[in-house]
């Protein structure tokens, strides 16, 4: 089993910048593909940013494109999202979550964290 546990959430303003964390115990993730899913009030949770097991390939939605970036350190079995000139329609529950893989249509993934706030202000 993989247990996530996420961290950086927070309140920010707009045009701001935050960075999340999520560390992973019980197993090493060093193989698995790697994600960031968000979930606002009353929408439906949509992955964010994705980086293969390796760090080499990412993958982003088209409105976050530029302004966030996944990145990994699987020695220290580390996932990271550095998230700058935030705007308030970012503001979610954003989970982490490791073996992520496209099916039926959508991402998923076998394991998830429990979530951390993230509010962006205007």
């Known amino acids: 089993q993989v247990q996530l546990i996420e961290s950086g959430g927070g309140l920010v303003q707009a045009g701001g910048s935050l960075r999340l964390s999520c560390t992973a115990s019980g197993r090493t993730i060093s193989n698995y593909a790697m994600g960031w899913f968000r979930q606002a009030p009353g929408k439906e949770r949509e992955l964010v940013a994705r980086?293969?097991?390796?760090?080499?390939?990412?993958g982003y939605i088209d409105s976050v494109k530029g302004r966030f970036t996944i990145s990994r350190d699987n020695a220290k079995n580390t996932v990271y999202l550095q998230m700058n000139r935030l705007k308030p329609e970012d503001t979610a529950v954003y989970y982490c979550?490791?073996?992520?893989?496209?099916?039926?249509?959508?991402?998923?993934?076998?394991?998830w964290g429990q979530g951390t706030q993230v509010t962006v202000s205007s």
């Open positions: 979550a490791a073996e992520v893989k496209y099916y039926s249509g959508k991402y998923s993934a076998q394991y």
């Open positions: 980086i293969s097991w390796s760090g080499i390939n990412t």
